[in-house]
């Protein structure tokens, strides 16, 4: 069983357009994350979320929203995607801030 | 807030050689020290991590230390294999503290055969 799964793997579209990333993870977390991983490597920190509350908000244009309906589903909403955008983001999970489990991944690429 | 910082952000050794990657951390209420490896492609997954109730912790050929009053930690990596080529992040924490996990910048780890 897949712990922490993302939803698309992979995502093209054009500049303007609105998408959005879902993540689910059926280990009982109460801690979910986003993540944005450009060509440079770096893991930035864009949110986190604890039991459905908002922890982190790191700075990040406010194109990007994320929700989270339940414990074990956080999603991430990109309205007007520009060029910069393009990386791979990844979703994880914990139990409070123990060990992270990443999501495969969704690599958006921005035309 | 926390700060994590990671050395040296590219280490290329031989085959059979060890490999060693260092993070300081700024805040010394954090508890909690893990290591993730990323292979190319794939998604960070642990690899090991350390409390702070304890200085030193092994398995199989990598290993990490911590030193609280230095606020440092190491990870150590003996007989390296080709297949142990990826980045490596650290990460500082304190447990307690849902949702707030510092990331190191990653260390690219190259091992030549």
């Known amino acids: 069983d897949t712990a922490v799964s993302q939803t698309p793997k992979y995502l093209v579209t054009q500049m303007g357009n609105d998408k959005s990333i879902k993540c689910e993870q059926n280990?009982?977390?109460?801690?979910m994350y986003w993540y944005k991983q450009d060509s440079k490597k770096f893991l930035k920190i864009m949110f986190s979320?604890?039991?459905?509350?908002?922890?982190i908000n790191e700075t990040v244009p406010n194109r990007f929203s994320p929700k989270s309906p339940d414990k074990a589903h956080l999603n991430l909403h990109i309205n007007s995607l520009e060029l910069g955008d393009s990386a791979v983001y990844f979703c994880?999970?914990?139990?409070?801030?123990?060990?992270?489990?990443f999501g495969p991944g969704t690599r958006l690429l921005v035309l | 807030g926390e700060n994590v910082e990671q050395h040296p952000s590219t280490l290329s050794v031989q085959e059979g050689d060890s490999a060693v990657i260092k993070c300081t951390y700024s805040?010394?209420?954090?508890?909690?020290f893990p290591w993730y490896k990323q292979e190319l492609g794939k998604r960070p997954q642990l690899i090991i991590d350390?409390?702070?109730?304890?200085g030193e912790k092994k398995d199989q050929r990598i290993a990490v230390t911590l030193n609280k009053t230095a606020k440092h930690f190491s990870l150590h990596i003996t007989e390296t294999q080709p297949e142990d080529s990826a980045v490596y992040f650290c990460?500082?924490?304190?447990?307690?503290?849902?949702?707030?996990?510092?990331f190191g910048d990653g260390t690219t780890l190259t091992v030549k055969p």
């Open positions: 994880a999970s914990s139990a409070l801030a123990e060990t992270q489990y």
């Open positions: 280990l009982g977390h109460d801690t």
């Open positions: 350390i409390r702070s109730n304890v």
């Open positions: 805040d010394s209420a954090s508890n909690y």
């Open positions: 990460a500082a924490s304190i447990m307690a503290n849902a949702g707030k996990s510092t």
């Open positions: 979320y604890n039991n459905k509350e908002l922890i």
